[in-house]
């Protein structure tokens, strides 16, 4: 039996503004929570997720159709948990007031910069990864000193309940609310302190919009095309393995796949070659409990329209496992293309399935051209040997992260910052750089007794000439 902790306050589904005054009533009456406190809300959402992981895997699949237990476990429970247990370690240190520099004019004054909590926090979850984009704020926000208010997608129907239920129970509404079957419209019409959303770049500009109603600071994680290159000093067969493994996980519905391969021409028959190899050694059939189902019929209709899109168009289309028997299942086999072009969508949109167009190149100059004409991406993947391969792409680009000879480990990372810029959004979040997220810095400053400044006031005169001049002559 899984254990939980009862609450005597609990959510009610659908009141949004009554559950945004709760919270905004309890963040006035203790608007800087100790770090005890802080310690022990973390303490009960790392509870929350050991205690009941099972349930979650299960409502996660459930809502998939079908979704390997273990890249839940792998991907949403110990990526939450990590995050969690790296907060606690570090939170009195982040909390620490800071002190600040004080310049030679006034001298005895004290200059202190103190991160105090912004308030109530709202969070939009996707269904992609729905346990860990839910949390992973969520730890941000909390250990910032806040409350929050979570929206889940509508794909997360039965992770949502079961977060409902365990959220009433683990906390109580005032501190951490999970409102499930509520539209985003109504959600995101209150006046948070801080808004964060995670979904895509279309949706992210109305909710841009609408939190610009409240002057609300927003976080938008927003994905896009994330490249992947090998270059010619790397082994192909190792870059197969490591990049196809990231794309084909949870059936490419991941924000941060590689969304499409630059290599060069004289590598593409061993990458080829590989790719036929490992993928039906990972999964020997599309019945396989360890591949990942699309979604929703509405997102399977269209990755199908795009591959028969790109056949039309004269692109070569591959799938790696066959394809037969595979009515019913709402999966579609992991496929490269071959000769895309830029007039077809798999090019042109975040395809966030599991479809890899492959394009070569000659000249590595080229693939940063092509790159730097693109959107800015959430993710780069460069597979080098060389250093100095390596500080020319990411110096010549901009992306939200890098990772090198691998593909979406960064995001794993809970001393890195994940965010995005431009298209691929704004903000960051995890490790120190999510505490100050969610955050506001609040500098302060203290007179000395006997104000430095005196004789610089009127009456001006030759006296003020003097200790003007002495100060720009001064060295720091």
Request: proline share 5%; charged share 25%; net charge positive.
């Amino acid at each position: 039996m899984e254990k939980v902790v009862e609450h005597t306050r609990s959510v009610s589904i659908g009141k949004v503004e009554s559950v945004f005054k709760l919270q905004k009533d309890a963040f006035n009456r203790n608007p800087y929570p100790s770090l005890q406190e802080r310690l022990e809300s973390l303490k009960k959402l790392e509870q929350l997720i050991l205690e009941n992981q099972k349930s979650i895997a299960k409502a996660i699949s459930e809502d998939f159709g079908n979704r390997a237990i273990q890249e839940t476990k792998i991907a949403e429970i110990y990526g939450c948990i990590e995050e969690i247990r790296y907060t606690r370690k570090r939170l009195k240190k982040w909390m620490k007031i800071q002190k600040r520099h004080v310049p030679l004019l006034l001298r005895g004054v004290k200059n202190r910069v103190l991160p105090q909590p912004k308030g109530v926090v709202a969070i939009v979850t996707p269904w992609n990864y729905p346990l860990l984009l839910s949390v992973g704020p969520l730890v941000s926000a909390i250990s910032a000193g806040n409350r929050c208010m979570i929206k889940m997608a509508a794909n997360s129907r039965a992770l949502s309940t079961l977060l409902h239920q365990l959220f009433n129970r683990f906390f109580s509404a005032d501190l951490v609310a999970i409102l499930p079957e509520v539209s985003a419209t109504e959600f995101t019409a209150q006046a948070y302190d801080h808004l964060i959303f995670t979904g895509s770049g279309k949706v992210g500009k109305v909710v841009m919009r609408r939190a610009a109603d409240h002057l609300t600071p927003v976080t938008l994680e927003l994905g896009g095309k994330s490249p992947a290159i090998i270059c010619g000093d790397f082994d192909e067969n190792i870059a197969a393995e490591r990049i196809l493994s990231s794309k084909f996980f949870n059936a490419g519905q991941t924000c941060v796949a590689p969304d499409y391969l630059l290599i060069p021409e004289e590598k593409l028959s061993g990458f080829l070659e590989s790719s036929k190899r490992l993928v039906p050694k990972w999964y020997p059939s599309l019945n396989s409990e360890d591949y990942t189902s699309i979604i929703d019929e509405k997102a399977f209709n269209r990755l199908t329209t795009c591959l028969k899109e790109a056949l039309e168009k004269g692109a070569t289309v591959l799938p790696l496992l066959d394809v037969e028997n595979s009515k019913g299942l709402q999966k579609i086999a992991p496929t490269l293309v071959l000769n895309p072009t830029e007039d077809m969508s798999l090019l042109r949109e975040e395809i966030f399935g599991p479809i890899l167009p492959i394009l070569t190149y000659r000249d590595l100059s080229d693939t940063i051209d092509y790159i730097n004409s693109k959107d800015r991406p959430l993710a780069l993947y460069i597979f080098s040997s060389s250093g100095d391969v390596q500080e020319k792409i990411i110096k010549s680009t901009m992306s939200g992260g890098v990772c090198i000879n691998d593909c979406a480990m960064h995001v794993s990372q809970a001393d890195l910052p994940f965010g995005g810029i431009g298209a691929s959004g704004m903000g960051q979040y995890h490790a120190y750089e999510g505490f100050l997220e969610f955050s506001k810095l609040r500098p302060i400053f203290t007179q000395a007794k006997k104000s430095a400044a005196v004789p610089l006031r009127p009456p001006y005169g030759q006296r003020f000439d003097k200790i003007f001049n002495f100060l720009l002559r001064f060295k720091l």
